[in-house]
């Protein structure tokens, strides 16, 4: 198990010509989707179908409350970040119908599916994730700073994710319990929709747990040996 660079995790991960790609599970979403959007080719639209931060355009042209003329339109002339609306510090996304609208008119679509308020893990609540129907990956995202630690103190949803391991959220996350929340019926896999392929992004990888991401890699290939999971370096200290 080696872990990538970010600057290659689009053709690690499996994206390819075409894709309608939901971002799902704990921080370094937005990272990812920023990333993905600027290894692929062809028009690109970006955007969630909860909520981000609205510093996390990273640059990039937004619009606001745009019909659909006007996203299609824009995304051929480069990737561009999409919202319903803005409140305050917080974007508010779109419904995942119009998501599968887009993906009919360009080349990708990228979305954040879920929030986790800056958390590396989460289990999602019963609303969650929101995924739209066309769908082709879904990428289910561990930050490697949760494993090891307290889950009440990393993890979004502590009480949650918890409960379907069977355990308590004063108790450390060991890469076990996390290969558990990430496959469990009632994680993130719940929208996974049918045609759609699953992979794991586990962020932050760096010489301190670097044996617990390998252990959370065997365990995840013990339940699903066909599953795509990529370790992707740190950028830097964390």
């Known amino acids: 198990m080696t872990p990538i660079s970010l600057a290659t995790v689009a053709e690690a991960i499996g994206v390819g010509t075409r894709s309608h790609v939901a971002l799902v599970g704990g921080g370094g979403k937005s990272t990812l989707m920023h990333?993905?959007?600027?290894?692929?080719?062809?028009s690109v639209v970006l955007t969630c179908t909860t909520?981000?931060?609205t510093d996390q355009h990273m640059g990039r042209r937004v619009l606001v409350a745009p019909s659909d003329d006007e996203?299609?339109?824009?995304?051929?002339?480069?990737?561009?970040?999409v919202w319903s609306r803005t409140d305050g510090q917080k974007a508010i996304g779109i419904d995942p119908a119009r998501c599968d609208a887009w993906f009919e008119h360009v080349d990708h679509v990228i979305i954040e599916a879920?929030?986790?308020?800056?958390?590396?893990?989460?289990?999602?609540?019963h609303y969650e994730p929101i995924v739209p129907s066309s769908t082709t990956l879904m990428i289910s995202v561990i930050g490697a700073d949760a494993l090891g630690r307290v889950i009440a103190d990393q993890c979004h949803r502590p009480l949650r994710l918890a409960a379907l391991v069977g355990c308590r959220a004063d108790v450390?996350?060991?890469?076990?319990?996390a290969a558990?929340?990430?496959l469990h019926e009632r994680?993130?896999?719940?929208?996974?929709?049918?045609e759609a392929e699953l992979a794991v992004a586990i962020n932050?990888?760096?010489?301190?747990?670097?044996?617990?991401?390998?252990?959370?890699?065997?365990?995840?290939?013990?339940?699903?040996?066909?599953l795509n999971v990529v370790p992707i370096a740190a950028l830097g200290p964390t």
């Open 35 to 42: 990333a993905l959007a600027d290894q692929v080719t062809g």
């Open 51 to 53: 909520k981000m931060g």
């Open 71 to 81: 996203v299609v339109q824009a995304a051929a002339d480069g990737p561009v970040m």
């Open 114 to 125: 879920d929030g986790s308020r800056r958390r590396p893990f989460k289990a999602p609540a």
């Open 172 to 177: 450390r996350l060991e890469p076990w319990m």
């Open 180 to 182: 558990e929340v990430i």
């Open 187 to 194: 994680g993130a896999t719940k929208a996974l929709p049918p």
């Open 204 to 226: 932050k990888v760096d010489d301190s747990n670097a044996e617990l991401v390998a252990q959370l890699f065997d365990e995840l290939h013990q339940r699903r040996r066909d």
